[in-house]
């Protein structure tokens, strides 16, 4: 039988560990906090660089003797937090037409010959954007209680028509020195901003132009916004 010699005994070893003081714990706690808020704030700048991007393309880095037709808008203005009601009495805030490009025209129900052509080319000039028509969404904001004519109301399929009161119409949009509300077709971003008015009176010419602008917009935001809400 073996026999531990002497050598062999040592004493028990014992490992004693430091608990951390509190105040070590809610300086840590505090470093990660603050680690995690420059992550998220990261992750917010990287998805926001192609809408930040695309808008100074637009807005900033064009060739030389290029020109929009619209006219900008600065400051932009939000959609207004306000109640619309559709065709059919529902009603429907408006702010929930963000995530869409809007071209947006203002009459009244009764809609006279110039509304029903202003009608006629907003669907013209979104069915000119051929396969990125489905990120623009026509609408016709009537601007009184005047009741919209049967006869009319087939061709506004596809069209988005809301009732909302000429108070807050005239506190959101804005016409040209001299001109009324229903004399311009209006342009709102996909964040909901109008950030663009085209000149009264459109005719074929304008037209051809108001168009290459919304293809300049189109192109300008393809990396960031697509079709649908």
């Given at each position: 039988?073996?026999?531990?010699s002497?050598?062999d005994?040592h ?6 560990y430091t608990?951390?003081q509190?105040?070590a714990?809610a300086?840590d706690?505090?470093?990660r ?7 998220m704030?990261a992750?917010l700048?990287?998805c926001?660089?192609?809408?930040i991007a ?7 880095v064009?060739p030389?003797?290029r020109?929009n037709f619209g006219?900008l ?7 207004p937090d306000?109640l619309g ?5 529902k ?7 963000k995530?869409?490009w ?5 009459a009244?129900g009764a ?5 029903a052509?202003?009608?006629?080319l ?9 396969k990125e028509?489905?990120r623009?969404?026509w609408?016709?904001l ?5 009741p ?8 506004l399929?596809?069209a ?13 949009l804005q016409?040209?020195p ?6 311009h ?6 964040l909901g901003n109008?950030m663009m008015r085209f000149?009264p009176g459109?005719?074929?010419v304008g037209?051809?132009?108001?168009r290459?602008?919304?293809e300049?917009?189109m192109?300008a935001s393809?990396?960031w916004?697509h079709?649908?809400?």
């Amino acid at each position: 039988m073996s026999r531990t010699s002497p050598q062999d005994d040592h004493p028990l070893g014992l490992t004693v560990y430091t608990l951390q003081q509190p105040d070590a714990v809610a300086v840590d706690a505090q470093a990660r906090t603050r680690l995690g808020r420059w992550k998220m704030l990261a992750v917010l700048l990287v998805c926001a660089a192609p809408v930040i991007a695309s808008y100074f393309t637009y807005y900033v880095v064009r060739p030389d003797g290029r020109r929009n037709f619209g006219e900008l808008i600065d400051p932009q203005r939000p959609l207004p937090d306000a109640l619309g009601y559709g065709l059919d009495a529902k009603p429907v805030k408006l702010r929930e037409l963000k995530g869409q490009w809007l071209l947006i025209s203002v009459a009244s129900g009764a809609c006279d010959t110039a509304c029903a052509e202003r009608l006629y080319l907003q669907r013209q000039l979104r069915e000119g954007l051929g396969k990125e028509k489905d990120r623009l969404d026509w609408v016709w904001l009537v601007s009184d209680e005047a009741p919209v004519a049967e006869a009319l109301q087939p061709a506004l399929k596809g069209a988005t028509v809301l009732r909302l009161g000429s108070a807050t119409l005239s506190q959101w949009l804005q016409a040209s020195p001299g001109q009324d509300l229903s004399a311009h077709l209006y342009v709102v971003d996909p964040l909901g901003n109008w950030m663009m008015r085209f000149p009264p009176g459109l005719n074929t010419v304008g037209a051809l132009k108001a168009r290459r602008d919304l293809e300049r917009l189109m192109r300008a935001s393809t990396f960031w916004d697509h079709a649908g809400r």
